[in-house]
């Protein structure tokens, strides 16, 4: 059964860094994608950003380029998150999410989700 287990969400404020982690396990990864999704108060589930676990290959929505990077510990199972110059538009319940035959921006091909974490962003 595969696992996902977000941390590292938080209070901070505007211009801020956060950096969340997410544990995977339960399965072989070989070269799936996992991405990060938010959803913030009110709104639907959204896409973040995803990387393959393995080569270079990363996606980010246009929203966050510049700001976020994401990245992975293959001897970890673990993808992060790095979040820069945080903004109030930022805040949301961060989810990672992985599949076995995933479109990377859509939310609906993915078949595991952690149990997300809070990201608040103060003006």
């Known amino acids: 059964q595969v696992q996902l287990v977000e941390s590292g969400g938080g209070l901070v404020q505007a211009g801020g860094s956060l950096r969340l982690s997410c544990a995977a396990s339960?399965?072989?990864?070989?070269?799936?994608?996992m991405g990060w999704f938010r959803q913030p108060p009110g709104k639907e589930r959204e896409f973040v950003a995803a990387i393959r676990w393995r080569g270079y290959s990363t996606y980010y929505v246009d929203s966050v380029k510049g700001r976020f990077t994401i990245s992975r510990d293959n001897a970890k199972n673990t993808i992060y998150l790095q979040m820069n110059s945080l903004k109030s538009e930022d805040t949301a319940v961060y989810y990672c999410?992985?599949?076995?035959?995933?479109?990377?921006?859509?939310?609906?091909?993915?078949?595991?989700w952690g149990q997300g974490t809070q990201v608040t962003v103060s003006s």
């Open positions: 339960g399965r072989t990864f070989n070269n799936h994608v």
């Open positions: 999410a992985t599949g076995d035959s995933v479109i990377v921006g859509d939310r609906r091909t993915y078949d595991y």
